[in-house]
């Protein structure tokens, strides 16, 4: 497990000093966060204090009734993300290098797989992470199941989900992400074994003398828990959350402007559980570039208000494996094209037929 944060320890690439979906430069105002949260309280206490007043205007009564109720369907999410944030802060990153660990093949990948879940980590931050463990020595498979598993499976964004979707379905999707996860690793790592894709110049290795209980054991023994522990505790999972909000807050202003300009019968029929649906939505996925916390409320609604939950697990899939950043990142960090651009070829066909099965089996 580790420390809810966008970048590694070392920095992985270049990229690490630019703008990240994360965490935006020092030197410049967080505008999304600040815009977003104005936005989104506007239209709240505008629906809590003057929403008889505004009934005349339809578009804005849409607009910040859809406000209202994603703010108070999420609340309790977002709190519990908090709280899972201030106790991960205290969780170092080597623990979950250890779960990665050497083994090869169908071991590794699972290994790979269980590591990227457990980090709760943004689609964009996740990238200096998975670069770092190809530079150590993971495979490309490890690499790219760790990629897929990461984006959206932190525990912050599942209890948002949970709120959003139920608890049901957020499960679902999660197990069928890491199913894709570990199909994309294999296949990875066998057309590296076939000569297709490039082969890694550095051979795998891990600190083998790092032992995961007897170190955790040695590290609990040794922190004092006192309230001013738990404090800084809390705080710091505050100070990470920031990162969460402003992606959720500008996806919930998002999602409001669909609800208020795109008619129940319009989205219904352009992004409902037909194949053309999906097709709409795999393409509003590519060309949408937000978080994956940002996903999450238009997810909700392609599932709520297009009763495509095929549609929603689409959504929240698509748009990490075919963000055009995780492919130029694996582009530098492994020097192959082929290798990046296999990542979108052999991951969205895969979420394409899981997400039609869903719509099918939900019809």
Known sequence: MAQHSCHSEEQASSHSEQESCCHPQKSRPDYLLWGSMSIVTALYILHFGFSQQIVFIRWLQVLSSAAFELINTMWWGV????????????????????VLGTGLGFKG????????????????????????????????????????????????????????????????????????????GVLFDALVARGTLPSHPVQSHHD??????????????????????????????????????????????????????A?????????????????FTVLAATVIEVCSEGSSPIAADLMNRANAPGNSFAFLMAGAATDYTEVMVMREQTKSWKIALFLPLLTVPQVMLVAWLINSFSI
């Not at 106790?87 to 979950?96: D, G, Y």
């Not at 530079?135 to 490890?142: K, L, P, S, V, W």
């Not at 008619?263 to 097709?279: A, I, S």
Request: charged content about 15%; aromatic content about 12%; some cysteine.
């Open 79 to 98: 709190a519990l993300g908090i709280v899972m944030l201030a106790i991960l802060s205290k969780i170092p990153r080597e623990f979950v290098m250890s």
């Open 109 to 184: 990948i699972l290994r790979a797989v269980s590591a990227g879940v457990l980090l709760d980590l943004c689609s964009h931050g996740i990238l200096m992470v998975a670069a770092k463990l190809y530079e150590r020595g993971a495979t490309i498979g490890q690499v790219m199941a760790f990629l897929i598993a990461s984006p959206w499976n932190s525990f912050s964004l599942t209890l948002i989900l949970f709120a959003l979707i139920g608890v049901g379905w957020t499960l679902l999707f999660v197990a069928l992400s890491a199913v894709i996860a570990i199909v994309t």
């Open 208 to 261: 083998s003398d790092f032992k995961f209980w007897s170190e955790a054991s040695r590290r609990l023994s040794g922190t004092q828990f006192s309230l001013q522990f738990f404090i800084d505790m809390l705080i710091h999972g505050i100070k990470e959350s920031r990162m969460v909000i402003r992606w959720l807050l500008f996806g919930v202003v998002l999602a409001s402007l669909i609800r208020a300009f």
């Open 263 to 279: 008619p129940d019968d319009f989205f219904g029929h352009y992004f409902g559980p037909t194949v053309v649906g999906l097709l």
